[in-house]
């Protein structure tokens, strides 16, 4: 069965900084992979998504995610975090075959002034 | 900009009581899904509904579940018997149909379930 795994459950960033948070899954082939964030009270929002092709996307709010298939990795990057980023992230997988996402435990970010 | 919306935002009930929950989708999607996340705990997949049936349901969605779309714009999740265990946030979903499967499931607010 398809994993998703963020090991950081909780980060710390100081406005201004940059940011990484990491996603690993484990599946045999590639599957669709998707960043979600949800702030408090909202519901979930896509920040990018990646199907094919260009391995390096683009999202909103200025985030990025980086596909590597040796690693089966995507990790998603900001160059300089806002306090407005402050929220929960989540990565999600989708199998091609298959409709459901099956989502990561998340990784809460916060960020000092 | 199209959003999914979810009523109501939080619902108390009795343990053994059925509750329904309510969404209604993006006006032009075909596939429609509900999960849920229990505190703490990761969001999980619950159902697919499509053409107005079940296409695909996770080992969560027993028979106290059931989904149905009622008419051209809700998309609803019953529970007949409610647990406390049943206590999560429940998220509605809605993807369009693309050629491919590129799809993107948006995601409604949720409708936090208390059960008492």
């Known amino acids: 069965a398809q994993s998703v795994t963020q090991p950081d459950i909780h980060i710390t960033v100081s406005e201004g900084a940059s940011l990484e948070l990491r996603c690993n899954y484990s599946?045999?082939?590639?599957?669709?992979l998707f960043w979600y964030v949800q702030s408090p009270g909202q519901g979930l929002q896509l920040l990018l998504k990646?199907?094919?092709?260009?391995?390096l996307v683009q999202g909103i709010k200025g985030f990025e995610a980086e596909f590597k298939r040796s690693q089966s990795s995507f990790n998603l990057r900001k160059p300089s975090v806002h306090w407005s980023d402050a929220a929960e992230y989540f990565c999600?997988?989708?199998?091609?075959?298959?409709?459901?996402?099956?989502f990561g435990s998340g990784t809460r970010l916060q960020v000092q002034p | 900009e199209p959003e999914v919306t979810q009523t109501p935002s939080h619902q108390v009930t009795q343990m053994g009581q059925e509750v329904i929950l309510r969404c209604v989708p993006i006006?032009?999607?075909?596939?429609f899904y509900w999960y849920r996340q229990i505190l703490g705990q990761k969001v999980e997949f619950l159902v697919s509904?499509?053409?107005?049936?079940?296409?695909?349901k996770s080992e969560i969605f027993d028979d106290q579940f059931s989904v149905e779309r009622p008419d051209g714009s809700n998309f609803t999740l019953k529970i007949r018997s409610t647990k406390l265990e049943d206590s999560a946030m429940y998220f509605c979903?809605?993807?369009?149909?693309?050629?491919?499967?590129?799809?993107?499931?948006?995601f409604g607010p949720g409708t936090r379930l208390l059960v008492l």
């Open positions: 990646y199907f094919s092709g260009d391995t």
């Open positions: 979903a809605s993807s369009e149909t693309l050629a491919g499967g590129g799809e993107t499931q948006y």
């Open positions: 006006s032009n999607h075909l596939y």
């Open positions: 999600a997988v989708r199998h091609t075959g298959r409709r459901a996402l099956t």
């Open positions: 599946y045999g082939a590639t599957p669709y």
């Open positions: 509904f499509y053409n107005n049936e079940i296409s695909e």
